[in-house]
Every structure is written in C-alpha cells, then in structure tokens.
C-alpha cells in the first residue's frame, strides 16, 4: 500500500508532530508549460534567500530528455534549485524542480517522486502536485498556475482553493502561452491574477504572514475523493484504490489504455479518469482523440499502401502463366490505390462546414 495508515496522508490524518512541521511551513506549488521556463525563472529572481516556504515545481518537458531546468533556475535567483528526490524531506527556502517522466507529489514533511498514470497526458502532471499540496497541507498552500497550452492544473488549483489555500494566475496578456492562465481564470474562482512582479511581492507578503485562513472542514466524501487520486499518482492501482467511486461512468474511452472513462464533477467543471488511472480534462481528451484519429488515418494509409504493393506483385508474377488472374489481382491493387486517394482526400481536403459556404 502506497500510504499504510500509521503514516500521514495530508493534513486531515496526520499525526501531532507533523501537525507542528506543518503550522510552522508554507507551500508553494507552481505549475507551467510552454513559455513556462521564462515564467518560473522571472518569478523565482524575485524571491530573497531568506524565503521562507518551499516552493515546488512542475514544468512539462520531453520524458526522454534531459532536464537542465534546476541549473536553470540557480541562475536566476536566490533560492537553491534541485530535482526532487523521493522520500527526501521538505525544507524551506528551497525549490523542488519535478523529473522527468516523474510525479511530483507531497506528503506531510517529505517529497514523493512517482511513475503514476500520466494526467492530461503529462507526467509529471500540474494537477497531481496540486493535488497532493491541498490535501496534505490545506489553506497553508499557494497555488500558481503561469504560462502554456490546454488546461493542465485548472483542476488542481481548484482543489487547492477548494481546501482553502491561496490561488494566484500569470496575467495571461504577460505570458508566453495564454491557454493555461485563461482556463484557471474561467473555471477557477482565482484569489489573485497579476503580472509576475507582483505575483512575487504577493507572494512573499503571503508568506511572510503567519496567520492563514482557517480550514474549513471539507465533507469526508470530499477528502476521501481527493486521497483517492493523489494515491492513484503515486502509482497506486486504481481500482484497489476505489477509483470508481470517484464518478459516473461515460459512453468514453481512454485514448492511452481503452479502459472506461469514468466523468468526475468538479463544480460547473467536468473531467474523466480510467480505472487504469489515466486523468483527462475535456481539452486534453480532444487533444489526444484528435492525435489517435490521425495515428489511425496514417496507419490506415500504410495499410491500403502495402494491400496495392502486395496485390500489384502478385499481378507481376502471374503475368506470364495466369493474364487472367493477373489482371484481377491488378484491379484489386487498383481498388486499394483508389481508397488511399480517396482517404488522403478527406483528410487534407476536408469539406468546408455549412455555416463557411457561400449562400451566392
């Protein structure tokens, strides 16, 4: 079991002296994808050295790739950046950077580092971190969603303001990529939207206050749906983990593993897990049906491409000793070379729709 109960999982089953790490600490989650690199090193030249919370960091980069992203944010400014490393404590004054390939989650006092599910097709996933930060650490987090595409962390920093914590956005007409600080603007009820200055000066009069808003106790149904997916990030097996309590089932299905897409309400906010445990939002479903159709299409294409090869091989050869057969053969090829054009047609040519044609 990923959390055995005589450990803690969030700020709702922790023990005394976690409950003490815990009032004395802040926890800064900021999440970002494409221009995020520009963003979180801006807003981290603003910090002093002195800060006095953690601040954590998920950024979508390649899986494969190497990640120079914690020398990058050395550079920038005071704090001391680092991959985080699972199991290692939490200290203030220091930023956690995700892996690559990697959740990034929290548990009281320590980091965790996991291969789960991805969620909106990353991983490391905004919403995972997010997530894990509101349930362990409740109204003591500041979430921060800034620059790139789709909607990844809209529905963690909902949870974060929805367990009381602080939730900030990029002024999206500041930022390299707009579609992420738009999305958590318009689902989200966002406590501040600023430019990245004064995000930072925000933020270190945030932090500098001990006093934070009282949690406000949350139904068990509610926590318990929470705890379920910050497990299920932590590799945990969906299932086992009661992952269909989470929702309804839908007519959908998992573009990454085909398994049953459950829909879980969020607010006015709709979104769906498999019971594997894979997580999308409504624009990261298309996204990713959008790309599986064209996988398809150009498999389908190879598909049709090769039956002509084939058949028109097989026409050469019976060419001599069967004109008859050879040339049925060829019309098969023909047929088959024939749907390859036609397909090709409809997915580079597609129709205009109704509304664009010219009523002349």
Request: include cysteine; charged fraction near 20%.
């Amino acid at each position: 079991m990923i959390f055995p109960d005589d450990l803690t999982l969030g700020s709702h089953t922790g023990q005394q002296a976690a409950s003490v790490l815990r009032e004395q600490q802040r926890v800064v989650v900021l999440g970002a994808s494409a221009g995020g690199v520009e963003a979180i090193r801006e807003l981290l030249s603003y910090l002093p050295a002195d800060f006095p919370a953690s601040v954590f960091v998920v950024l979508h980069i390649p899986p494969y790739s190497q990640s120079y992203l914690p020398e990058i944010f050395n550079r920038a400014g005071a704090l001391p950046a680092a991959h985080a490393q699972d199991g290692e404590a939490v200290c203030t004054g220091r930023v956690y950077v995700a892996p690559p390939d990697h959740h990034l989650l929290l548990e009281d006092g320590r980091v965790l580092v996991k291969r789960g599910p991805k969620e909106n097709r990353f991983r490391p996933s905004v919403d995972a971190l997010f997530r894990s930060a509101a349930y362990t650490y409740g109204p003591r987090v500041i979430g921060i969603v800034l620059s790139g595409t789709l909607d990844d962390g809209t529905s963690g920093l909902w949870t974060v303001g929805r367990l009381g914590g602080v939730t900030m956005v990029q002024r999206p007409q500041e930022a390299g990529y707009q579609e992420m600080p738009l999305n958590a603007i318009r689902q989200v009820q966002v406590d501040l939207v600023q430019p990245l200055s004064e995000l930072a000066a925000s933020l270190i009069r945030l932090v500098a206050d001990a006093e934070v808003a009282p949690e406000t106790p949350e139904p068990a149904e509610e926590l318990e749906r929470v705890k379920i997916e910050v497990q299920i990030a932590a590799e945990g097996n969906g299932l086992d983990l009661g992952v269909m309590k989470l929702g309804s089932s839908s007519t959908l299905t998992c573009p990454e593993c085909h398994g049953s897409l459950l829909e879980i309400q969020e607010g006015e906010r709709l979104r769906y897990r498999c019971h594997t445990g894979h997580a999308y939002s409504p624009a990261a479903l298309l996204d990713e049906v959008t790309e599986s159709v064209e996988k398809t299409f150009w498999q389908t294409l190879r598909i049709l491409n090769e039956k002509k090869l084939l058949l028109q091989q097989i026409s050469q050869n019976l060419k001599q000793s069967a004109p008859t057969e050879a040339e049925q053969f060829q019309t098969l090829a023909n047929e088959a070379a024939a749907r390859g054009h036609a397909l090709h047609r409809v997915m580079f040519n597609p129709p205009l729709p109704s509304r664009a044609i010219s009523q002349d």
